[in-house]
């Protein structure tokens, strides 16, 4: 059974729990309402901002998050718009195509890509009919519950190792719509096993093809481990996080030569210093595959 259907399970049986008091002879039970499937999971209508009613909402701080770099309201708007134009890059290459699991990973450690997937994930959910569930797979340094300043606890390691349900990790971060985040929960050094394990896949293909239009955004360790080689063939696309005058170019041919197999969707070129956007300037931010020409974000302290 599959983890949204045991999910849906759990509610039935939370519902006949809850409408089973006693009642005089002949007098019929009341109906509750019964929780819709999209909303158990996490998942609402993507037209649209969701009202999540069972995903466990946590308030976050907004002035927190932009100390923490992300894109929100009152961010900087020259980072706004290079995630704004990422966004649409990266739709373009995949959404004809239903390529809808994408993972961020980057030749060394520190480069930014646990950054950089949590606001093109933000980014995604502010598009009008879109939706994101952002997955931490960097289950030997978890970072996006920081970044987001969510508490600490259950996530995907739970799941893998001992079938916690997922539903019950989830979590909407209020005030950022049509984004839902699943946390890694605790740290392992197992990590690849379990990234390449049977029930990782089947959850992969399920969060996939459960609801298609929905965008799911893995973070990753860094190449430097196994963990991303060994999801490699679970995902639609890969983006490659790199950090402007610091990762060698021989790292990133490597990189390239390791997942040469695997849908490289291109690279975010990170940390740049820019000047001021103004009509008569704009950084490069789309690398094709045949013109080498990299994606580039302002620069990331």
């Not at 509750?32 to 998942?43: H, I, N, R, S, V």
């Not at 490699?232 to 696309?237: K, M, S």
Request: net charge negative; charged share 20%; proline share 8%.
């Amino acid at each position: 059974m599959s983890f949204i259907n045991k999910a849906l399970e759990k509610a039935k049986s939370l519902h006949h729990k809850t409408v089973e008091p006693q009642l005089p002879t002949g007098q019929e039970l009341p109906q509750a309402p019964f929780p819709d499937l999209e909303e158990m999971a996490g998942f609402g209508e993507t037209q649209g901002e969701i009202h999540y009613t069972y995903t466990r909402k946590i308030a976050v701080s907004m002035e927190m998050l932009r100390q923490n770099r992300l894109i929100v309201n009152g961010s900087d708007k020259t980072l706004l718009e290079a995630y704004k134009l990422l966004r649409t890059h990266v739709l373009h290459r995949t959404k004809k195509e239903h390529r809808n699991t994408l993972m961020f990973t980057g030749p060394l450690p520190n480069e930014g890509k646990s950054l950089t997937a949590i606001n093109l994930a933000i980014a995604i959910s502010q598009k009008v009919g879109q939706t994101v569930l952002l997955v931490d797979g960097d289950l030997r340094n978890p970072s996006i519950h920081r970044y987001l300043d969510l508490p600490s606890g259950p996530g995907l390691m739970d799941f893998l190792i001992s079938g916690y349900p997922i539903a019950d990790s989830l979590v909407h971060p209020e005030g950022l719509a049509n984004l839902v985040v699943l946390p890694a929960g605790s740290a392992t050094h197992d990590s690849a096993e379990l990234l390449s394990s049977p029930r990782m896949l089947d959850l992969v293909r399920e969060l996939k093809h459960f609801y298609p239009d929905r965008y799911v955004l893995f973070d990753l360790p860094p190449l430097l481990y196994a963990d991303s080689l060994a999801f490699a063939p679970l995902v639609d696309g890969i983006i490659l996080v790199v950090e402007s005058g610091k990762t060698p170019r021989e790292e990133i041919a490597h990189a390239m030569d390791l997942l040469k197999e695997f849908p490289v969707l291109g690279f975010v070129l990170n940390k740049i210093d820019t000047m001021p956007m103004s009509y008569d300037y704009y950084p490069k931010y789309y690398r094709d595959q045949d013109s080498q020409k990299p994606l580039t974000l302002p620069w990331q302290k």
